[in-house]
């Protein structure tokens, strides 16, 4: 039985079902608001907001585990006030309802920390960094090399960009609307990097999705304005992630069409550099 891959129309949410049902959230980056404080943006807490949706989220699909995709908090390198508040909160409340699995993103260091103030007994697993293989599926951040286990997965869903796609008038003014983006991965970068070759790379020409992020305040980049050196992590920088074959839906479920197509459009802002290289656009948050 292959994996069923299902995105929640109108929310950056996915449920992933074979043996088990799963469901996956990305880049919350609680204490969000303490960051964008220290820069005269004065947001009030939005944990509450968030941990809402989740559970309503948990009501509606009824997983049987739920995978957090890295950058649970938001803070590096420190710990903020608010996340010590609010992260254990937020997990425990979760895991009261489902067992929970974390797989760390570039934003959690110290995430050990704040899961010893939860609560013997929760079922929470902190995961590789390099990702993992549930029910036939392998998950990972992004900002480092997936595990390579991973490339045998029929499906690896992915995080850490937080992909957008921007619509540009004729007049210069412009809007960003989270996506979804399904792609696949080029094997030879791949190759090179894990310096194996034919049978010896575990290789299933996987499926990648690229999950939207949760968090609303936290920007991110316009995959139709983007090339790979637009794009963070080492899979990008490599160039083993089919960009111009990949197809963006809006979260509604609109389907766009392939990312190389949306760059000839009138919708798309054209790169200033004739060598390619262009401005990078990202949102002013760090990813």
Known sequence: MTAALEPIVDEPALVVEDTIRVLVVADIHLGIEWDLANSSIIVPSQSAQGLARIMEYIDTETPDRVVLLGDVKHNVPR????EREEVPHFLESIARRVPVDIVPGNH???????????????????????????????????????????L?????????????????????????EPAWIRTRLHRT?????????????????????I?????????????????HDDLLGPVFAANAVDLDGGQAYLLDGTRLGKLKDLRKLDITKKRADPGGKGTKRRGKVSR
């Open 79 to 82: 710990i903020s006030w608010q």
């Open 108 to 150: 959690d260091g110290d995430m050990e920390y704040l899961l010893q103030k939860i609560p013997a007994g929760l079922e929470i697993t902190l995961q590789p960094a390099r990702g993992f293989v549930l029910d036939g599926v392998g998950y990972f951040h992004g900002h480092t090399w997936p595990d390579p286990e991973l």
């Open 152 to 176: 045998a997965c029929r499906h690896i869903v992915m995080a850490h960009n937080h992909p957008s796609i921007r619509f540009t008038d004729s007049l210069g003014s412009s809007s960003a």
């Open 211 to 227: 999950m939207p992020a949760f968090c609303q305040l936290c920007g991110g980049v316009a995959f139709n304005e983007s090339m």
């Open 189 to 209: 970068p791949l190759e090179s990097h894990y310096r194996l070759r034919g049978d010896d790379l575990p290789w299933s020409d996987p499926e990648v999705i």
